[in-house]
Every structure is written in C-alpha cells, then in structure tokens.
C-alpha cells in the first residue's frame, strides 16, 4: 500500500484517485439546541415588543428566569 489511499483490489480512474486525494468537505456548523430558558427568555421579549408586559413585569418575569 502505498500513501493514504488503501487498496481495495479494482481499479482506480483518475476522478476516483482525483476524488481520494481531496480532503473530505467539513460538515456545516450547526448550532448548540435552544434550552427552556432561551425559550422563555424569547417569549418573554416578544411579549414586551407587543405591549403584553411593562418593562418591570419582564424585569420580574426575567430575574425569575436568571436565577
């Protein structure tokens, strides 16, 4: 065997050598899952953009949330 490529005993193309010597594309970054308190906390600011709470309801309703 010779470099990295094993042998697998048929015969190898020039695309299939081109293909192995190509580093594998890196997998998409997919971002960490949300938690209940992201859940919440994103709730809880759509309902003060739409005029439901007052900035201290969402100041209680957050620190219950933070601690």
């Given at each position: 065997?010779?470099?990295?490529?094993?042998?697998?005993?048929?015969?190898?193309?020039p695309?299939?050598?081109?293909?192995?010597?190509?580093?594998?594309?890196?997998?998409?970054?997919?971002?960490?899952?949300?938690?209940?308190?992201?859940?919440?906390?994103?709730?809880?600011?759509h309902?003060?953009?739409?005029?439901?709470?007052?900035?201290?309801?969402?100041?209680?309703?957050?620190?219950?949330?933070?601690?």
């Open positions: 065997m010779t470099g990295n490529v094993p042998y697998y005993g048929g015969r190898l193309t695309w299939h050598i081109n293909a192995l010597s190509q580093p594998a594309p890196s997998a998409p970054q997919v971002p960490p899952p949300r938690t209940k308190d992201d859940l919440a906390r994103i709730a809880l600011q309902l003060l953009d739409a005029g439901v709470l007052t900035p201290e309801e969402h100041a209680a309703y957050r620190s219950r949330i933070d601690s």
